[in-house]
């Protein structure tokens, strides 16, 4: 285990001169997301209907694929996919550009495998909405999270039939705008891929099929890891069904990220706010018990979860407030916070909750 160290992770820096883009935009913090949104658009914009010209093939567009793969797999999908995160709390462009808000859901995010306000809709229509509690069809907490079993079913559930489960919660709580936007956001890029397939299959594979299920693998790995360590007694405590994951280079990539816990405590905070946040609230994971990792982000979390390397997480484990003596100890904790936990103690959380 670790003691606390000094933050490394980003924070907003004023630039010295102020940026055009600035006057579209409604925190100048966001800037980042203004040049990765054209990097993202110029990279895999143009290897995209490059893949769908007729007269690309052979080598050269096996090529322009594995291209396409790398940098929307390998490069930008982290970090778009968390800047979609951000702008779907806080709006990116001011109100007089308002429409220029589509374009992350609408015209890049598809390229990743985002169907188009699913995310936000499950991500700020339910996950935040029910915290990871039982009405939350995307919780961890009736699986058992040091499982790779546990994973399977809890990924399998959400593949096929993800959407299915986020439509009949919208369906049970009457709002019909997110149920409606969630049908549609699906269908259309379902639609749009059968269509498209007609038109060139291999192209449509690699420009959207492939990375779609990436994402969606990805995106439960992550929620996963997120909230792998509950406290049975307290599964509604922001503090003890989250994780935050500190010094990292997946915060400098990921818009800080990492930390999850305050992002569940203040949804709405700015990514640049949330490492002097975590040390303006230090007091509070300390007497919440909260898991703060260093040196690891979620992935990390994820692997050694599955395969039970214990030993791992105890090894970059932040021993905040001096509570446990040894890795042994923490071991142990972080094995009792990833126990499942049955159906009558969810209906008890729920209650204190």
């Given at each position: 285990?670790?003691?606390?160290?000094?933050?490394?992770?980003?924070?907003?820096?004023?630039?010295?001169k102020?940026?055009?883009?600035?006057?579209?935009?409604?925190d100048?913090?966001?800037?980042?997301?203004?040049?990765?949104?054209?990097?993202?658009?110029?990279?895999?914009?143009?290897?995209?209907?490059?893949l769908?010209?007729?007269?690309?093939?052979?080598?050269?567009?096996?090529?322009?694929?594995a291209?396409?793969?790398?940098?929307?797999?390998?490069v930008?999908?982290?970090?778009?996919?968390?800047?979609?995160?951000?702008?779907?709390?806080?709006?990116?462009?001011?109100?007089?550009?308002g429409?220029?808000?589509?374009?992350?859901?609408?015209?890049?995010g598809?390229?990743?495998?985002q169907t188009?306000?699913?995310?936000?809709?499950?991500?700020?229509?339910m996950?935040?909405?029910?915290?990871?509690?039982?009405?939350?069809?995307s919780?961890?907490?009736k699986?058992?999270r040091?499982?790779?079993?546990?994973?399977?079913?809890?990924?399998?559930?959400f593949?096929?039939?993800?959407?299915y489960?986020?439509c009949t919660?919208f369906?049970?709580?009457?709002?019909?705008?997110?149920?409606?936007?969630?049908?549609?956001?699906?269908?259309?890029?379902?639609a749009?891929?059968?269509?498209?397939?007609?038109?060139?299959?291999?192209a449509?594979?690699?420009?959207?099929?492939?990375p779609?299920?990436?994402?969606?693998?990805?995106?439960?790995m992550?929620?996963?890891?997120?909230?792998a360590?509950?406290?049975?007694?307290?599964?509604?405590?922001h503090?003890?069904?989250?994780?935050?994951?500190?010094?990292?280079?997946?915060?400098?990539?990921?818009w800080?990220?990492?930390?999850?816990?305050s992002?569940?405590?203040k949804?709405?905070?700015?990514w640049?706010e949330?490492?002097?946040y975590f040390?303006?609230?230090?007091?509070?994971?300390?007497?919440?018990?909260g898991?703060?990792?260093?040196?690891?982000?979620?992935?990390?979390?994820?692997?050694?979860?599955?395969?039970?390397r214990?030993?791992?997480?105890?090894?970059h484990y932040?021993?905040?407030?001096?509570?446990?003596?040894?890795?042994?100890?923490?071991?142990?904790f972080?094995k009792?916070r990833?126990?499942?936990?049955p159906?009558?103690?969810l209906?008890?959380?729920?209650i204190?909750?």
């Open positions: 285990m670790l003691t606390l160290q000094a933050i490394t992770d980003p924070v907003y820096t004023k630039p010295a102020p940026s055009f883009f600035e006057r579209f935009i409604r100048p913090r966001d800037l980042p997301f203004v040049y990765l949104s054209i990097r993202i658009t110029l990279v895999l914009g143009i290897t995209a209907l490059l769908y010209m007729p007269f690309i093939d052979g080598w050269l567009w096996g090529i322009i694929a291209v396409y793969l790398v940098f929307n797999n390998a930008f999908k982290g970090p778009f996919g968390l800047m979609l995160h951000c702008t779907s709390h806080r709006a990116f462009f001011r109100k007089e550009y429409f220029m808000n589509h374009y992350l859901p609408w015209v890049l598809p390229l990743f495998g188009p306000e699913t995310y936000y809709s499950h991500h700020i229509g996950h935040h909405a029910e915290n990871n509690m039982p009405e939350d069809e919780s961890t907490m699986f058992q040091d499982s790779f079993r546990g994973f399977s079913m809890y990924l399998g559930s593949f096929f039939a993800g959407v489960h986020l919660y369906y049970r709580k009457n709002r019909k705008r997110l149920l409606y936007r969630s049908v549609r956001g699906e269908f259309l890029f379902i749009m891929c059968v269509g498209l397939s007609f038109v060139n299959w291999p449509t594979l690699v420009v959207f099929i492939i779609f299920v990436i994402s969606r693998i990805i995106m439960m992550g929620n996963w890891a997120q909230h360590f509950i406290d049975a007694s307290d599964p509604g405590n503090y003890k069904n989250s994780i935050t994951c500190i010094n990292t280079k997946y915060n400098h990539k990921c800080n990220d990492g930390y999850h816990i992002h569940h405590v949804p709405n905070m700015h640049t949330h490492p002097v040390r303006q609230t230090l007091q509070e994971y300390i007497d919440n018990e898991i703060v990792f260093d040196g690891i982000h979620f992935l990390h979390v994820f692997l050694w979860l599955v395969t039970r214990y030993d791992k997480l105890a090894r932040v021993n905040i407030g001096d509570r446990f003596a040894s890795d042994e100890e923490v071991i142990a972080l009792e990833t126990k499942k936990i159906e009558a103690e209906e008890l959380g729920v204190r909750a």
